[in-house]
């Protein structure tokens, strides 16, 4: 198995840009997690699928950020518009959906916005 | 409050000494317990976790982690560390309230000196 994939790896943009992250999981995974990693707070969960549909998005930081699943092996995490304070590395995770699985991480998205 | 604290932010070590990295945890019942490593511009590998029975639980790379109820910690250990060993370490946990998303420490970095 390839693993979770993430697209692009590295991604740099300019303020008020639209950004948009890729992921695809691991084939027969069916919760899928967006976390983002800053030095200033660590490693935070974003949002979360549960069979495609969204269960948990209070980590959103706020209407800016959006994030869709539309089928079983794609989700995106877009930002419009982009601003500097969402520099960060931006992880994607697989797992089978119950509370003691294995998450699956990705190699991660580097976001600079300029 | 649920939190989970890694109270090192860095630890060196000489090689071939041993190792413990310190996870403790607020919450009224047993979390789902995670010990995952992040080796630089790479993502998360699990490398332990406990949920139930024995409370010495053996990982990866020669890793294990022991769970104390009474100390409400999960702290991993390795009895020789290995050069490849310098990395980010995370303890994470599930709160058992049918949400799997994984709470995160703030990370101990490991450094290992030849």
């Known amino acids: 198995d390839a693993g979770v994939i993430q697209s692009p790896r590295h991604e740099v943009t300019e303020m008020g840009q639209e950004v948009t992250l890729r992921c695809k999981p691991i084939s027969g995974h069916n919760s899928l997690f967006w976390y983002r990693q800053t030095m200033m707070r660590g490693l935070e969960l974003l949002i979360y699928?549960?069979?495609?549909?969204?269960?948990?998005d209070s980590g959103m930081p706020e209407d800016r950020f959006s994030a869709k699943m539309p089928n079983a092996s794609f989700s995106t995490l877009k930002i419009q518009p982009s601003e500097p304070r969402d520099s960060a590395v931006y992880f994607c995770a697989s797992s089978s959906g119950r509370e003691t699985d294995t998450q699956y991480f990705g190699p991660g998205t580097r976001l600079t916005v300029l | 409050a649920q939190s989970v604290t890694q109270p090192d932010i860095h630890i060196t070590v000489s090689e071939g000494a041993s190792l413990e990295l310190r996870c403790n945890y607020s919450y009224g019942a047993t979390p789902y317990l995670f010990w995952y490593v992040q080796s630089p511009g790479q993502g998360l590998q699990l490398l332990l976790k406990?949920?139930?029975?024995?409370?010495l639980v053996q990982g990866i790379k020669g890793f294990e982690a022991e769970f104390k109820r009474s100390q409400s910690s999960f702290n991993l250990r390795k009895p020789s560390v290995h050069w490849s060993d310098a990395a980010e370490y995370f303890c994470?946990?599930?709160?058992?309230?049918?949400?799997?998303?994984?709470?995160f420490g703030t990370g101990t970095r490991l450094t290992v000196i030849p």
């Open positions: 699928f549960n069979n495609n549909v969204p269960i948990d």
């Open positions: 406990y949920f139930s029975g024995d409370t």
């Open positions: 994470a946990v599930v709160f058992q309230t049918g949400a799997n998303n994984l709470f």
